[in-house]
């Protein structure tokens, strides 16, 4: 299974961007955004659960992040606004089969990963 994410690029502050990630023709229980910084570890972004469509977000990003989907195109997507310098990253989608509510926001528990897309945000 290959995930292809895109959408990343250079933003000034306030501004916004919309991530894609198109997961190859297949479903899975759960989908989600990480992002990792230089020196940092991977952090839990967003999760959506394909069927039913709930949503979780990090408490980073709440309010300012959305995590949605198009079943018809099978299309996973992150709109970002409001973007801060600290959002600086790449961007990693990922896929589980398995994944359980109460590990949705740990990396582990994610087969499938996309190859990250970068994410800067200029001051």
């Known amino acids: 299974v290959q995930l292809q994410a895109s959408g990343g690029g250079l933003v000034q502050a306030g501004g916004s961007l919309r991530l894609s990630c198109a997961p190859a023709g297949r479903t899975f229980r759960y989908m989600a955004w990480f992002r990792q910084a230089p020196g940092s570890e991977r952090e839990f972004v967003a999760a959506?659960?394909?069927?039913?469509?709930?949503?979780y977000v990090g408490d980073a990003v709440r309010g300012r992040f959305t995590i949605a989907k198009d079943s018809a195109k099978n299309t996973l997507f992150l709109q970002m606004n409001s973007l801060k310098p600290e959002d600086t990253a790449i961007y990693y989608c990922a896929a589980g089969p398995s994944v359980i509510l109460s590990a949705i926001r740990y990396a582990g528990s994610y087969n499938y990963w996309g190859q990250g897309t970068q994410v800067t945000v200029s001051s």
């Open positions: 959506i659960n394909w069927s039913s469509g709930n949503t």
